[in-house]
């Protein structure tokens, strides 16, 4: 899976940059979808999943048990193992994106006329970057949420565009189909399928 199959200037006239992102995707999905252990199966495919959106860092949050906030469940490029935990509102980018259901895409998080945009209690949460000396910018989060019920089940986070741009139109596209991949297997993991019961003709 190559970066440079990337839409990077988001042409959608572009045809054959386009058809080879949605089919790398494409393999990501089926991968999950595959899986056993979401878990390790997240964590396998974080830097495939960097590479094929031309993200530095990828973070994807699970809702906790009481729905008050979200939980780190694969984060790159941090060199920790402890988890962010960020509350379910506009305290920081993801929690907005938890709070309200709606994906965005932000140009740059340390603009806070471009956060207003999105809502005028919005914030960019800078602790992680003061800790670590990181510089977040771009940012494109997108929900996980229960197509069925519009339960909250997560937050997928794609930070800084290696180009440097705001990530386009098809990165979002992208990402809400990724979303939407995830919120099926973390569905299943909450609520696994009842096991067949055995026969006498089973072994």
């Not at 949050?61 to 402890?82: C, E, F, M, P």
């Not at 509350?87 to 895409?105: D, R």
């Not at 207003?116 to 602790?127: E, G, I, N, P």
């Not at 771009?138 to 986070?157: C, K, W």
């Amino acid at each position: 899976m190559s970066a440079a199959n990337w839409p990077i200037d988001g042409n959608l006239g572009d045809m054959s940059r386009r058809l080879s992102f949605f089919k790398n995707l494409q393999r990501v999905t089926n991968r999950i979808h595959g899986a056993s252990n979401i878990d390790e199966i997240i964590l396998e495919m974080s830097e495939d999943i960097c590479e094929l959106f031309h993200a530095d860092r990828l973070t994807i949050y699970v809702a906790s048990d009481d729905r008050h906030s979200i939980v780190s469940k694969v984060k790159t490029g941090l060199n920790t193992h402890k988890d962010i935990r960020l509350p379910i509102s506009e305290q920081s980018v993801a929690g907005y994106v938890a709070a309200s259901g709606q994906t965005v895409n932000i140009r740059d998080v340390y603009d806070q006329e471009e956060l207003a945009k999105h809502s005028q209690r919005l914030s960019f949460l800078k602790a992680v970057d003061e800790r670590t000396g990181y510089r977040s910018k771009q940012m494109l989060v997108a929900p996980i949420s229960n197509a069925q019920t519009s339960e909250l089940l997560g937050v997928v986070q794609l930070i800084n565009n290696r180009s440097d741009t705001p990530f386009p139109a098809v990165a979002e596209e992208g990402v809400q189909a990724l979303a939407q991949t995830l919120a099926v297997a973390f569905a299943q993991r909450r609520n696994p399928p009842p096991a067949v019961p055995k026969t006498r003709y089973d072994a």
